[in-house]
């Protein structure tokens, strides 16, 4: 499973990190961490904080054929930059 934050709509609400701790954390004030390569044992918690980020910021695709898992309706949801271990907006 690959994740990556759109860390431009990221608003830092941290819904991500309460959900999905082991995944995302939020360090200071502004910076979201992530691990971009989650554990397939970590799926459903990634795929809960994916549904709950309110700007859908997070994109989930699963390894095998790359489709897009958890990212909510609407055009652009979850795209963008991201994709390192970490990042700050």
Same mark, same amino acid.
Request: with cysteine; net charge negative; charged share 15%.
């Given at each position: 499973?690959?994740?990556? $934050? ?15 701790? +082991? ?22 918690? $990634? ?7 309110? $700007?859908?910021?997070?994109? $989930?695709?699963? +390894?095998? +054929? ?24």
């Amino acid at each position: 499973m690959r994740l990556v $934050v759109d860390l431009n709509r990221c608003q830092g609400y941290a819904q991500c990190a309460f959900l999905a701790p +082991d995944v995302f954390t939020i360090h200071g004030e502004e910076a979201l961490l992530y691990n971009p390569h989650a554990d397939a044992s970590q799926r459903r918690q $990634v795929l809960c904080a994916a549904s709950a980020c309110p $700007v859908q910021a997070i994109l $989930v695709e699963d +390894d095998l +054929d790359d489709a897009p898992a958890g990212a909510g309706p609407g055009p652009g949801a979850g795209a963008g930059a991201g994709g390192g271990l970490s990042g700050v907006r």
